[in-house]
């Protein structure tokens, strides 16, 4: 019977040594809203903290810099961790460009609230119209859209031709055409559209980019085209990324406890402190069972 009772003492113990170690905060409700550039972020009344804590918060944001609204996306999610990836979508034919921001977080009360405030008041602010010409001069030409288009291996394509390009230490990239390419890039979700897809991706300080791009000027996806391309991208691009990287993904991660005593206790749990305390109790445990069974 003893045993059995060490036993059981000693799973209750694991179990609660799991469940306090596990981060939890509290974070918006789901909910979605729209707002201008030009209006000051702030989530409306509907948004209230949830009374649940969760492991996660989320946020998407989506900014038109055509239309110059932001629609705007908050919930809490059970992911446990630290992610930042940033699409932005510039098209050629058409003078528009899009950005979404999705962000998770775990570090503290509302934390992807905090970070939607910071990363719209430096998106904003980005204008692409510099990097869109640029790209348009080494991709796309606007007399050819009724054409076929003469590819990098004089391969010949359906109008436009695709290049891939992945990473920038150790870059990897594919020339293909644009018909072959269906289903592996958000430029194909939106038919009649011309552009190129830049994402950059950051978790636990490790941060990619790749970006993916019609083209239909003559051999624009060959090799050399294409490590052109990403250097203007790196210039142009990459640095306000790395801007948003800083502050999304910080090298040491606080939690701060609210004001309010009814958005719930967000504190962090230190782990070391409460494998201690398991193993004392574990000690005194194990020591309860051998008196009784002397």
């Known amino acids: 019977m003893f045993p059995l009772l060490f036993t059981v003492i000693y799973i209750s113990i694991i179990r ?59 919930f809490s999610n059970g992911n446990n961790r630290t992610r930042l990836q940033v699409d932005t979508l510039i098209w050629f034919n058409r003078n528009r460009s899009q950005t979404l921001l999705t962000y998770d977080c775990e570090t503290e009360y509302n934390c992807h609230v905090a970070y939607a405030n910071y990363s719209i008041s430096q998106l904003i602010n980005i204008d692409y119209r510099p990097l869109r010409e640029e790209l348009i001069n080494y991709l796309y030409d606007d007399r ?16 436009y031709c695709s290049a891939i390009y992945v990473g920038w230490t150790y870059p990897i990239y594919q020339s293909v055409c644009k018909q072959n390419r269906t289903g592996i890039s958000i430029l194909d979700a939106n038919p009649g559209h011309v552009g190129v897809w830049l994402r950059s991706i950051a978790y636990n300080r490790n941060y990619t980019q790749f970006y993916v791009s019609d083209c239909n000027q003559y051999r624009c996806n060959r090799p050399s085209v294409i490590e052109d391309v990403a250097t203007v991208i790196e210039q142009e691009y990459r640095l306000p990324m790395d801007n948003l990287v800083v502050q999304a993904i910080p ?42 069974l002397s």
Do not use: H
């Open 16 to 74: 609660q040594t799991s469940v306090l170690c596990k981060q939890t905060i509290n974070c918006s409700q789901e909910c979605t809203f729209t707002q201008s550039f030009d209006t000051r972020f702030t989530l409306p009344v509907n948004c209230t903290t949830t009374s649940e804590s969760s492991s996660g918060c989320s946020v998407t944001l989506l900014l038109d810099y055509s239309t110059r609204q932001i629609d705007v996306k908050v």
């Open 144 to 159: 050819n859209v009724n054409s076929t288009a003469r590819c990098y291996n004089n391969t010949i394509c359906e109008q």
């Open 251 to 292: 090298e040491t991660t606080t939690i701060a406890t609210p004001s309010t005593s009814s958005r719930g206790d967000t504190t962090k749990p230190n782990n070391n402190s409460v494998f201690i305390q398991a193993n004392i109790t574990l000690i005194l445990a194990f020591i309860i069972v051998k008196l009784l």
